[in-house]
């Protein structure tokens, strides 16, 4: 019974009667959004360098920890197959951490966290808009504004000295995904986007701000969720 019940609600929610996308349409979709950073790091050579030689291992990096937030993205149909996408969020708040250093100037902590908000604008193929089931591919590009960037030192010799990152990173970004498209214009979403956001890390020292690290978080963006078109 219970079985049967269930292909009974599949079937209605499943079916496509007046749900396929036409030009003109809009799309509101609310996902969940998991932001896994996929950083690159040279912060020991960078130290070594730019602050003091042999103050860091060359192995030593920064590591940015991952984090789920709502999102909230709008679609607009230039045709059945062409959308343009423009994903908001409200901000990421992530971790960062000193990694893999054995030294004592700059030991292994957690500096603080950054708040990024990731606005990205894509422009989408869709594949079968008149389908239940929808996959496309997408490119365009990512701004992200760092709303909270100032970091600290708390453990070594330099406990207490400052350390920001840039205020701001462009970049492109990639994405693919699909539609599943439902009664009255409801659909359920997966999507999975690349990003490329770079930033320059800075400590403050008596002479200034030197640079520490060329930090490329590049993240992906996995995301589950529902919409509405309109």
Do not use: C
Request: charged share 20%.
């Amino acid at each position: 019974m219970k079985k049967t019940a269930i292909s009974l609600i599949l079937a209605a929610l499943l079916s496509v009667t007046n749900s396929h996308a036409e030009q003109g349409d809009w799309v509101v979709r609310l996902r969940a959004t998991n932001i896994s950073p996929n950083e690159s790091s040279d912060l020991g050579k960078y130290v070594n360098k730019n602050v003091a030689a042999g103050a860091m291992s060359n192995s030593a990096e920064l590591k940015v920890d991952s984090n789920t937030i709502p999102e909230l993205d709008i679609s607009y149909y230039w045709t059945r197959n062409i959308a343009t996408e423009l994903i908001l969020a409200l901000g990421s708040k992530h971790d960062v951490s000193v990694s893999k250093e054995p030294g004592t100037v700059v030991p292994n902590q957690k500096l603080g966290s950054i708040d990024a908000l990731p606005p990205t604008l894509t422009v989408q193929w869709h594949f079968n808009p008149d389908q239940t089931f929808d996959p496309y591919v997408g490119a365009g590009i990512n701004a992200t504004f760092m709303l909270d960037r100032k970091l600290e030192l708390s453990q070594g010799p330099l406990a207490g000295t400052d350390i920001k990152i840039d205020r701001t990173s462009v970049g492109p970004a990639l994405q693919a995904g699909f539609d599943v498209n439902l009664q009255d214009g409801w659909l359920l979403n997966a999507d999975v986007k690349y990003l490329w956001i770079d930033t320059d890390v800075k400590l403050k020292t008596a002479g200034g701000w030197s640079k520490i690290d060329s930090l490329e978080v590049n993240p992906w963006v996995l995301s589950i969720g529902v919409g509405k078109r309109f």
